[in-house]
């Protein structure tokens, strides 16, 4: 928790995992924009940061030479302090993460059977383990166990395409450079070089024929040619074949259980534009305050009769049909991979919206947690932009995503409000922001979780109220109108 000292309650959870520990060896390679942000209100990304490498450019080269550099996608993005991707292994992820749930985590325990009620969950693992729940959430793969108990079906196309991927250590003179390379040879461009971490080199490769580590060697060099390429050492070798599918429901008994879906148990693509542990970490980010705020109903802010389904199914709602453009965009990817680097980097850079996560928005799905309205660059259903502040006893200016509180609604009420109590303390932090001005008009400005911006206009008066998951759910005139949409969920 950062920010406000106001209380967060605390949700019991326990994770049981097939696997015998955690990953150490591959996956995924790289945190967007968006999920930096995610993991900065959590309070994990400054402990990722030093890890990682900063990369913000992708690059084409053919022919022996560089034949374009851009990265307009991530220097235009407004509103956010990491314009880039942060290339870090998922091994690297999943460790730190695993030592913040110290305790929670359960290995070797594949859930075999699931049992779902009208008031708990119960799962069996094979070892015999026996966990009942309020609810629970299957993010157990392509292949899940949980997504078969509760009966989705999970259907899609399947391009006849193999992959090859290497995390390698070389030996090259080629100009190396913290860029993503896409390189071009006979028109096509079927080689991939991801910079990582500890000077590791990621290397996708699409071959025909016989996909073997030796044949995706040989295809790098040609493809590096006329520089020298020497493979030193190769941590991990894989292949995946490209699948593009999508859960039917992302909530068991067509909306309305207690069973959840994330990650590749509810939706799968290709590795293209780096969108699958993005993606993932997005779907659970967007549960876990839906799951928390309906397990922790208090007496000062107790749930709306029916509130609690309607929140859990915007989760469906909102995170499926996100889902369904990221295999969409990530198809157009896959499939360029046959035609130019400049063809291939012209969709992503149409598509950066997804690739960054910037652009990933829940406005114009008709979801209940989501009240159109909008004032400046503030809309509903959009994210939430990190904007720069000032406070009073803090010597320089701060980001908005660093002061909040996780886990709840954030009241940002900009320009001038009169006095008002909050009716919603329990669940929600105010923030009052008044414009630069009003330090020098001597307008007291030392309250507590009252700042300046130098963005805010010396005539504005109105209030935004942004949900935990740091998207806005409505724009209004003032903090009353604020405390009216949470009407909709919450008893005074």
């Known amino acids: 928790m950062s920010g406000s000292d106001s209380k967060v309650e605390?949700?019991?959870v326990a994770i049981v995992g097939g696997m015998l520990q955690h990953t150490h060896l591959g996956r995924a390679d790289a945190l967007n924009a968006r999920t930096q942000q995610y993991l900065a209100v959590v309070g994990i990304l400054d402990e990722l940061l030093p890890l990682g490498l900063k990369c913000n450019t992708s690059s084409t080269f053919g022919d022996g030479d560089f034949i374009s550099r851009q990265n307009k996608w991530w220097v235009s993005l407004e509103h956010t302090l990491h314009k880039n991707f942060l290339m870090i292994g998922q091994p690297v992820i999943e460790k730190v993460l695993s030592n913040r749930l110290d305790g929670l985590i359960h290995y070797g325990e594949q859930v075999e059977t699931l049992l779902e009620t009208d008031d708990f969950v119960e799962l069996v693992t094979k070892s015999g383990r026996t966990v009942r729940s309020k609810y629970a959430l299957g993010a157990d793969g392509a292949k899940s166990t949980v997504r078969a108990a509760i009966g989705a079906t999970f259907t899609g196309t399947k391009p006849e395409m193999l992959w090859a991927v290497l995390d390698t250590f070389i030996n090259t003179d080629f100009p190396t450079?913290?860029?993503?390379i896409t390189f071009q040879l006979n028109g096509q461009s079927r080689v991939s070089w991801i910079p990582r971490e500890r000077g590791l080199c990621r290397f996708y490769v699409l071959l025909e024929g016989e996909v073997t580590q030796k044949r995706a060697e040989e295809s790098i060099k040609k493809h590096l040619a006329p520089y020298?390429?020497?493979f030193i050492k190769t941590e991990w070798y894989s292949t995946f074949d490209v699948k593009e599918r999508i859960a039917s429901s992302f909530i068991s008994k067509d909306g309305a259980g207690r069973v959840f879906l994330a990650g590749d148990a509810a939706h799968v693509h290709s590795v293209n534009g780096g969108q699958g542990l993005n993606t993932g970490i997005a779907d659970a980010f967007s549960l876990a305050w839906r799951l928390a705020l309906v397990m922790n109903q208090t007496s000062g802010s107790r749930l709306q009769k029916g509130?609690?389904?309607i929140l859990l199914q915007s989760y469906d709602i909102e995170r499926r049909q996100t889902?369904?453009?990221?295999?969409?965009?990530?198809?157009a990817l896959v499939r360029d991979t046959v035609h130019t680097a400049k063809q291939y980097v012209g969709t992503i850079e149409k598509n950066a919206g997804y690739i960054t996560g910037m652009g990933v928005a829940y406005d114009g799905m008709e979801s209940p947690a989501v009240q159109e309205s909008e004032h400046g660059f503030w809309r509903a259903g959009k994210r939430c932009p990190d904007v720069v502040l000032s406070k009073l006893e803090v010597d320089g200016d701060v980001w908005l995503y660093s002061q909040v509180t996780y886990g709840k609604y954030l009241m940002l009420a900009i320009g001038n409000h009169p006095e008002q109590v909050l009716a919603y303390e329990d669940?929600?932090?105010?923030?009052?922001?008044?414009p630069s001005s009003a330090r020098a008009e001597g307008v007291a400005t030392s309250k507590a979780n009252t700042f300046t911006a130098d963005w805010a206009e010396p005539n504005d008066s109105f209030a935004v109220l942004v949900r935990p998951?740091?998207?806005i759910g409505y724009v209004g005139a003032d903090i009353e109108s604020c405390q009216r949409y949470l009407d909709r969920f919450f008893i005074r």
């Open 10 to 12: 605390e949700v019991d």
């Open 307 to 309: 509130a609690g389904k």
């Open 323 to 331: 889902a369904q453009g990221v295999i969409d965009v990530a198809a």
């Open 427 to 434: 669940v929600a932090v105010l923030f009052n922001v008044l």
């Open 228 to 230: 020298r390429t020497e």
């Open 177 to 180: 450079c913290p860029e993503i």
């Open 469 to 471: 998951d740091m998207y």
